[in-house]
């Protein structure tokens, strides 16, 4: 069974930074591309970053490129959202995803067959 747990999300000051991390279990991590979606209150759930299986290929949602960086640790078993100079628009639950392949469409929600439970950042103005 695929478990997908976050950690690292918290309470901010515009600025700030904080590390997001997502530790996977259940089936070979070095396989899948993984991804990391948000959800604001009121909004739809939306693409923040994905990076391939391994690593080599990176995206981002244009309104977190040059502050966010998503990295994969595959001895770990761990994806990682580094956030920098967060601004209160990133205010949202943070949700890892696990895709189906090695690569995808990384910002279709349908490529990824598998999600955390979620971390709430709030950032303060």
């Known amino acids: 069974q695929v478990q997908l747990v976050e950690s690292g999300g918290g309470l901010v000051q515009a600025g700030r930074s904080l590390r997001l991390s997502c530790a996977a279990s259940g089936r070979t991590f070095s396989n899948y591309a993984m991804g990391w979606f948000r959800q604001a209150p009121g909004k739809e759930r939306e693409f923040v970053s994905g990076?391939?299986?391994?690593?080599?290929?990176?995206y981002y949602t244009d309104s977190v490129k040059g502050r966010f960086t998503i990295s994969r640790d595959n001895a770990k078993n761990t994806v990682y959202l580094q956030m920098n100079s967060l601004k209160p628009e990133d205010t949202a639950v943070y949700y890892c995803?696990?895709?189906?392949?090695?690569?995808?469409?990384?910002?279709?929600?349908?490529?990824?067959?598998?999600w955390g439970q979620g971390t709430q950042v709030t950032v303060s103005s």
């Open positions: 990076v391939s299986w391994g690593g080599a290929y990176t």
């Open positions: 995803a696990q895709g189906n392949s090695p690569s995808g469409s990384y910002r279709n929600p349908l490529t990824y067959g598998y």
